[in-house]
């Protein structure tokens, strides 16, 4: 039986990792996609103290690999549910039949980009239609795009697309951006990035690619707005439904958990993203990691 199993190895899971190896737990830790988490697809990372400037993919193979020295055992599975209880301990059962057992668990499942809920996003979806801007923007290179959002994601993907497209026009629902001041004005400084303030998209037009948008504004009106990609970065929802008869979500569907990140289940902790707070950031998911992971480690000594 594992000491620690954790699930997802975003910011939060590998900094779990991490702390609960130095404290002498053994460490399974189960990931479905590419170890990092959603900063790999950051270019620069502005504000993770002491590191300015460090890519977003630099960032997490660095904390993967600090993770894999110390003996974490990854398992490229995602966790499908999780039965049991700190006494008779835990089973984690995945997706492809892998198996796991364990004393202890931290859940670091983060959040994933929500989608428009419109008629042809999935439809064109790769072909027009994004989530990851640093992924695809390089095959709109000279053309015109849009991005839909005003949160920080939106507001760096413009400002990226900008150096490299012609065109970068940004809608967002509100007549402000929820972006951090600095980010806003640096996009600003670019002469080919339009707002397109208090608007939202409302629908979706192509043929076997995308052509263009309607937006609509909040008064009501519509514009056809041609484009040949629409970047979509308007928020994240979490990924805990694996988890809803283990521990207590929130509305959103966040996990409840404590600052000391335990949640309604004992043995069980939530770090990152996936759990209810204030600040979802970097240094915040770290910090989680840290603090579930002692916690984590000093009870599976107990038990
Ligand atoms: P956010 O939740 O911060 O922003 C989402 C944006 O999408 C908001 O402007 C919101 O509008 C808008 N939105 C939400 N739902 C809809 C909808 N249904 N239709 C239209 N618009 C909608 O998400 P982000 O992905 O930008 O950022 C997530 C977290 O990651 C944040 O904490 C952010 O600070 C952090 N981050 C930090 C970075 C950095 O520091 N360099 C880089 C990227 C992300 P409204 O404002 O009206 O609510």
Redesign the pocket.
């Known amino acids: 039986m594992i000491d620690v199993a954790v699930i997802g190895a975003g910011t939060a899971g590998l900094t779990a990792a991490i702390y609960a190896r130095r404290a002498g737990a053994s460490v399974a830790i189960f990931e479905g996609a590419a170890p990092g988490g ?2 790999i697809n ?1 270019p ?4 993770f103290p002491a590191l300015p400037g460090v890519s977003g993919f630099e960032y997490a193979n660095k904390l993967y690999e600090q993770a894999q020295a110390l003996g974490a055992e990854f398992v490229f599975d995602t966790v499908k549910k999780v039965t049991g209880d700190v006494n008779s301990g835990f089973k984690l059962m995945c997706e492809y039949g892998t198996e796991c057992e364990a004393k202890t668990v931290i859940i670091g499942s983060g ?1 994933k ?2 989608e ?2 419109l008629a042809g996003e999935q439809e064109y979806a790769g072909r027009g239609i994004s989530y990851c801007a640093t992924c695809d923007g390089a095959f709109f290179k000279g053309k015109t795009v849009a991005v ?9 993907d413009a400002t990226y697309l900008a150096k490299i497209c012609k065109k970068v026009y940004i809608i ?3 007549n ?5 001041r600095a ?1 806003v004005e640096e996009m600003l400084e670019h002469d080919n990035v339009e707002t397109k303030l208090s608007f ?2 409302s629908a979706i037009h192509g043929d076997a690619k995308l052509t263009g948008v309607t937006l609509t504004s909040v008064d009501g009106h519509d514009e056809l707005l041609e484009t040949d990609a629409l970047f979509v ?4 929802i979490p990924e805990n439904g694996a988890f809803r008869d283990l521990v207590e979500l929130d509305d959103a569907g966040y996990i409840i958990a404590d600052e000391s990140c335990e949640t309604s289940a004992p043995g069980v902790f939530a770090a990152g ?1 996936c759990r209810t707070k204030e ?4 240094v915040t998911a770290a910090a989680d990691g840290a603090i579930a992971a002692i916690a984590a480690s000093r009870l599976s000594r107990n038990v």
């Open positions: 959603q900063i950051t620069e990372i502005a504000n959040v980009r929500r428009m809920g839909f959002g005003g949160g920080n994601t939106a507001v760096e967002h629902r509100r402000e951006f929820r972006a951090d980010l939202t998209v970065a308007i928020g994240l993203d600040v979802r950031q970097l």
